[in-house]
């Protein structure tokens, strides 16, 4: 089975800090996808990474970067965290060779106060 | 461009009743269609998936067809169960990298 796992479940952050949520997946995935969930909104993406120190940007990436040295991690930044960043945020992968299908983590909820 | 429709929740049943949740797609190209699941405090769990037109994706009692002339993937289940009660996301890819989801809809099974 593919484990997507993610470093927190809950994260309370104040505003201004910098803030690191990591992702790894143990399949040896290609691509690596960071989203936001939001009540209303659905899933939005915010980057995504088809192979190791190559990103790209979604549909919501202002006030966020990423990071991927190895294949297997993926890390979402923000870099001075505000209010308007509390979410839910999700990491999922998929295999460069499948029908597109994508394996999630369970979730970071984090709190910005 | 490529968008995901399906239909607003919340859907609200008893156990043993029938299900189901309806989507409708626009897409460049011909795409693969999914449907995921979302039980409470989780992540997303693909549920079953269609590679194309009139293939049937199922589990765990869930069904839904590809149907490319009402361009349409509707959910389907013929006894929902109270642990059935999660949020369901249709979803796309044509053939890049990325999903395109739904907003997703929100099922409760009462006992």
């Known amino acids: 089975d593919v484990k997507v796992t993610q470093s927190s479940r809950y994260l309370v952050k104040r505003t201004g800090e910098k803030v690191f949520l990591e992702c790894v997946q143990d399949m040896d995935h290609e691509n690596m996808f960071w989203y936001r969930q939001d009540p209303g909104l659905g899933l939005r993406l915010i980057y995504f990474s088809y192979d190791v120190k190559m990103k790209e940007k979604g549909d919501i990436p202002e006030g966020y970067s990423v990071s991927r040295e190895k294949k297997e991690r993926f890390s979402l930044i923000l870099e001075s965290a505000s209010t308007n960043q509390t979410s839910m945020y999700l990491c999922?992968?998929?295999?460069?060779?499948?029908?597109?299908?994508?394996?999630f983590g369970p979730g970071t909820r984090l709190t910005v106060t | 461009g490529n968008s995901v429709t399906q239909m607003e929740g919340p859907v609200t049943l008893s156990e043993e009743a029938f299900l189901t949740i309806n989507c409708t797609y626009t897409a460049t190209g011909y795409p693969s269609l999914f449907w995921y699941v979302q039980y409470p405090g989780e992540g997303l769990q693909l549920l079953l998936k269609?590679?194309?037109?009139?293939d049937k994706g199922s589990n765990k009692g869930f069904e839904a067809t590809y149907r490319k002339e009402t361009t349409s993937f509707h959910l389907e289940k013929g006894s929902v169960q109270v642990s059935d009660s999660a949020v369901y996301f249709c979803a796309l890819n044509v053939g890049n990298y990325k999903l395109t989801f739904g907003k997703g809809t929100l099922l409760t099974v009462n006992p």
């Open positions: 269609a590679t194309k037109a009139d």
């Open positions: 999922a992968s998929s295999s460069g060779q499948g029908e597109g299908e994508q394996y």
